[in-house]
Each structure stands twice: as structure tokens, then as C-alpha cells.
């Protein structure tokens, strides 16, 4: 049973990947070579209900894109960060806001203060993992 850096196992990872459905993307982007396009294409073909989230673009993907976590009409259960880490911590407190269940850094936007504000207001914090990857690892 593997435990990656932020102490989650692979069957707690599982469990998040098949109870949760409803994922707003940070940092979308219409541009398919953008791991976050990449990503949210995938993710839509297994089946999830993804929002993404970017205050430059009016949609993405054919999905109507919101400039906030706050904006988004519906529940929130991931929100899922393909932003620079100083400004994760903005979505993080939207994410608690919006009574979102779990933040996903994923690769290179881990920001410290911003993981602990998440753990601390009892939100699973993901780190340093592709939520793609974890997938396809993990459920295929």
C-alpha cells in the first residue's frame, strides 16, 4: 500500500476518485497542449461533472467556464488546482467556502500555508499528484 507525500494511501485516493463526482477545475484552459485541458478532457470522458474555473475565458471545453469556485451554480466535491502556488491559497478559501470535501494540488502548484489551511478546515488536501494519473493508476 503506497503513501504518497501527503500521507494518503492508494485506497483513500480510490475512495475519493469513485465517491466524488463533481470537480471544478482551476486554472482551465482552452489550449490542448495545457496538462489542465488534457486533464479536464479526461476527466469528462470518465464520467465526471467538471467546471472549469478561469476568470479569462468564457468556456472551455463546450462547458461554460466561471472566473470562481463561488460562481459555480452547483455543488462542489474536488476542486482541483492547476494554478501557480501563490495563488492557491484564494481557492483553497473559496473551496471552503463553497463546502468542498477535497483540494488536489497538483503537480507543481503545492503551496504549504495553503495544503495545512485546507487540512485544517477539514478538507482532504491532495498533493503532488496528478488526478489523471491517479486515475488511470488506480481505476483505469
Known sequence: MMTGTDGL???EIRKILTKYRKIALVGASPKPERDANEVMRYLLEKGYEVYPVNPRYEEVLGRKCYPSILDIPDEVEIVDLFVRP???MEYVEQ?????????????GTFNEEAFKRAREASLTAVAHRCIKQEHERLIG
Request: proline share 0%; hydrophobic share 45%; no cysteine.
Open 86 to 88: 501563490e495563488f492557491t
Open 95 to 107: 473551496a471552503i467556502k463553497k463546502g468542498a470535501k477535497v483540494v488536489w494540488f497538483q503537480f
Open 9 to 11: 494511501s492508494d485506497d
